[in-house]
């Protein structure tokens, strides 16, 4: 008889996987938690301050207080996920240590090391990673990402980068695949990830793990259209409880990216439900301030 | 549903639905994806997938699916559930949230989320005799344990003596994930003695 496996990636890629066709939602508080559990979502990401305060409040943002997390994993049963910094292992191992389900390495939270991400692959927690392209997305999986979003820009409900970034994905994949096996060498350097991994990608027309869509989500139309561009799954960041009726919104985020084919479903679940957040245009954004152009 | 190829659903609200296609494709077995009562009049039989058991639950309410599928459950169509699939067709859940509700089907108390969080996810193989062979590769994610068998006949259990898989004449609900560790026999199994059997 076998002995048990933990932490290989089939292990880590296979939660990723029961997530598909769900809403994950960025909680503050407990409250909040237990709101987005209600309302379907299939996992939370804790966090201290939603992106859109973050980007309001400025400062050096951080791994969010372990009681914070302790405390949002008691209030629900679905899967919690946590942020680190970029770099930042020691986050990692102590969310790790904390038994949180899933670590983001994100880019909403202030990078700690502007050269390398996370080793991921030594850690028997499974990780998501932020990408605006394929090259980005494939360096991740080969640090041990189990699974990938689009970046987006975070906390602008301002869901034009996270549509970039998934068609800038999706038609890399694509081109990819249309490549002749001799030239997938040249497609290797340029993408600036490993050949085995492009060869892969080009053999089989997709990424070898779910892509999320993130960054800008506020509407269920906006979620919808995630889906409908080949998003496996939605991450609403902001955009619930930075709105006007976070209960109400949650629930119609949820239900249009179940249904996201079906207008008439859209269309009933986006009525009444109060102010979307107010929204920052991506394009008044100066670049300094602009979230997605961290990692590389 | 000509002679004895089936048409298996795939329930597809949430989960690894895609997973369950490719073990179907690679058996050669005519599948479809089902959202609504209309899609699952037109199954020989089921697939409920992995994924969250509380947000399928809350979506086949919302959308309207929900008493159709214990109707059918209770005519006798062939269902086979992994993981959460299981929790849905338990009568009994333990662990789950305040207004979880199931399906029903199999007279069992199932444990959710019974091993502890991600970090105790693990892969393993295990004994299935009902099957036979080399053991059965298998993935448990967060998974649930069947903590009383009820009137269920068992046909998985762990080295350690949970037990991951039950069946209850046409229904058959598994802990684990053999969709996500190219293990196509359970799948085969399944559809040979439980799902052909049942067309008339």
């Known amino acids: ?296 | 549903m000509a002679g004895n190829s089936p048409l298996v659903g795939v329930l597809a609200l949430q989960g690894d639905v895609r997973e369950h296609e490719g073990v179907l494709a690679e058996l050669g077995i005519a599948h479809r994806q089902v959202r609504n009562a209309e899609q699952l009049a037109e199954v020989d039989a089921l697939i409920i997938p992995g994924g969250e058991s509380s947000v399928i639950d809350k979506l086949t309410r919302i959308f309207g699916v929900r008493d159709a599928l214990v109707a059918a459950i209770q005519r006798g169509l062939p269902v086979l559930g992994t993981c959460a699939g299981l929790i849905l067709l338990a009568d009994r859940v333990t662990g789950g949230l305040d207004d979880q509700q199931t399906f029903g089907g199999l007279d069992v108390t199932v444990e959710r989320n019974a091993f502890g969080s991600q970090v105790d996810s693990f892969e393993t193989t295990i004994d299935m005799p009902a099957i036979g062979g080399a053991p059965i590769r298998s993935s448990f994610i967060r998974a649930p344990i069947v903590r009383d068998a009820g009137s269920t006949e068992v046909i998985a259990t762990l080295p350690t003596g949970e037990i991951v898989g039950v069946r209850h004449g046409n229904i058959v609900g598994i802990s684990f994930h053999p969709e996500v560790s190219n293990e196509l026999r359970v799948h085969d199994w399944w559809v040979r003695t439980v799902v052909v059997p049942s067309l008339r």
């Open chain 1, 1 to 296: 008889m076998a002995e048990n496996t933990v932490g290989t990636l089939r292990i880590k890629s296979g939660l990723a996987d029961m997530l598909k066709g769900g809403v994950i939602m960025d909680v503050v508080t407990p409250e909040q938690a237990r709101i987005a559990e209600d309302a379907g979502a299939v996992a939370v990401m804790a966090l201290e301050r939603v992106p859109a305060d973050i980007r309001a409040q400025g400062g050096v943002a951080r791994m969010s207080d372990p009681d914070l997390i302790d405390a949002i994993k008691r209030e629900v049963k679905i899967p919690v996920m946590a942020k680190a910094r970029i770099g930042h292992f020691v986050e990692a191992q102590v969310l790790e240590a904390l038994e949180v389900d899933y670590i983001d390495e994100s880019e909403v939270l202030s990078p700690a090391d502007y050269v390398n991400h996370i080793d991921k692959s030594n850690f028997t927690v499974p990780f998501v990673c932020g990408a605006t392209n394929l090259g980005e997305a494939l360096r991740r999986i080969t640090e041990g990402a189990a699974m990938i979003r689009s970046k987006g820009e975070a906390g602008t409900g301002d869901v034009s980068e996270a549509t970039k970034h998934i068609r800038t994905i999706k038609s890399e994949i694509a081109a990819l695949a249309a490549k002749n096996a001799d030239e997938l060498f040249v497609a290797a350097k340029e993408l600036q990830a490993p050949y085995e991994l492009v060869k892969w990608v080009s053999e089989n027309g997709k990424l070898p793990v779910v892509l999320f869509v993130a960054g800008g989500v506020a509407t269920p139309a906006d979620a919808a259209m995630m889906m409908q561009l080949g998003a496996d799954g939605v991450f609403v960041g902001s955009g619930v409880f930075k709105s006007g009726n976070p209960v109400e919104r949650a629930k119609a985020i949820v239900k249009a990216t179940a249904a996201y084919t079906d207008a008439k479903v859209i269309a009933e679940v986006s009525r009444g439900l109060g102010e979307a957040m107010v929204g920052i245009n991506v394009n008044d954004l100066p670049a300094p301030h602009r979230l997605s152009e961290r990692g590389w």
